[in-house]
């Protein structure tokens, strides 16, 4: 059975840093894209950032380009997002997904495999 489970989040103070990491269970990360895609109350699904298999490419939304940075560890099967110099409107909840490696991966659409998703407060 395949799982993703997203960890990391949590309350931290505007221009604070926190790591999410996203995991795999039933299957290897190393083979998909893997997005992070994030939701806050009253607003639509925002992609965030994506990696490619082979970590070809990596991708950023224009609101976070600059401050946060995906990457992959192969031997973990883990992907992380570093997200500094936060922002009260980076609070949502951030999921993380699998799908097939495109350079359309901040596409929410073609993603096959969602975690539960992990909150993210930034307030003083």
């Known amino acids: 059975q395949v799982h993703l489970v997203e960890s990391g989040g949590g309350l931290v103070q505007p221009g604070g840093s926190l790591r999410l990491s996203c995991s795999a269970s039933g299957f290897s990360l190393n083979y998909y894209a893997i997005g992070w895609f994030r939701q806050a109350p009253g607003k639509e699904r925002e992609g965030v950032s994506c990696i490619t298999r082979s970590d070809s490419y990596t991708y950023y939304g224009d609101s976070v380009k600059g401050r946060f940075t995906i990457s992959r560890d192969v031997a973990k099967n883990t992907v992380y997002l570093q997200m500094n110099r936060l922002k009260p409107d980076d609070t949502a909840v951030y999921y993380c997904?699998?799908?097939?490696?495109?350079?359309?991966?901040?596409?929410?659409?073609?993603?096959?495999?969602w975690g539960q998703g992990t909150q993210v407060t930034v307030s003083s």
């Open positions: 997904a699998a799908g097939p490696s495109t350079r359309r991966c901040l596409d929410g659409g073609l993603y096959d495999y």
